[in-house]
Antibody, heavy 117, light 110 residues
């Protein structure tokens, strides 16, 4: 069974940084692309980023390009999202998802990021 | 990348069929057969219901079906059941090699 467990969400001040992690199990992690999707409180889904199975190809939404970096460690079955220069509008529940290219397939339960002073 | 356009809400009685539309552009919905649909119950993670316009993942009821015409994709739920009450989001691959979601539709079972 596919299992994805996000962690690292926290309250952070505007301009600050945070690194999210997603521990994967139940499938061969190194064989799948992975993605991050976020959902602001009471709002819709917003695709954030995706990374290929090898980590050699990455893609970002315009809203986070240049501030967020997606990466993965296939030896640890873990996906990461480094978030810098955080803004109030980055406040959201961040989901990790196993993907087919950029399309999310199986989702975790999410980790909450709050950007506020 | 602008969000795909969905109706805010759709409702139907048990047993009826409803259809949710998802309108994009030739750079996303119209340009690729890579439209997917997700169901999200309150407080839960989204669940993939349809991928590549009309394909159902294993375990998803055949009451759910998808189609596409031009820049508009559609999700049809037939034989509406109380458990189908949820938010539904479409999503599409884009010409920028990214993914874009729809604005979301709240389905109410009357």
């Amino acid at each position: 069974e596919v299992h994805l467990l996000e962690s690292g969400g926290d309250l952070v001040q505007p301009g600050g940084s945070l690194r999210l992690s997603c521990a994967a199990s139940g499938f061969t992690f190194s064989s799948y692309a992975m993605s991050w999707v976020r959902q602001a409180p009471g709002k819709g889904l917003e695709w954030v980023s995706a990374i290929s199975d090898s980590g050699g190809s990455t893609h970002y939404a315009d809203s986070v390009k240049g501030r967020f970096t997606i990466s993965r460690d296939n030896s640890k079955n873990t996906l990461y999202l480094q978030m810098n220069s955080l803004r109030a509008e980055d406040t959201a529940l961040y989901y990790c998802a196993r993907a087919v290219t950029t399309r999310p397939e199986y989702w975790g339960q999410g980790t909450l990021v709050t950007v506020s002073s | 990348q602008s969000a795909l356009t969905q109706p805010a809400s759709v409702s139907g009685s048990p047993g009826q069929s409803i259809t949710i539309s998802c309108t994009g552009t030739s750079s996303d919905v119209g340009g690729y057969n890579y439209v997917s649909w997700y169901q999200q119950h309150p407080g839960k993670a989204p669940k993939l219901m349809i991928y590549d316009v009309s394909n159902r993942p294993s375990g998803v009821s055949n009451r759910f079906s998808g189609s596409k015409s031009g820049n508009t994709a559609s999700l049809t739920i037939s034989g509406l059941q109380a458990e189908d009450e949820a938010d539904y989001y479409c999503s599409s691959y884009t010409s920028s090699s990214t993914q874009v979601f729809g604005t979301g539709t709240k389905v109410t079972v009357l």
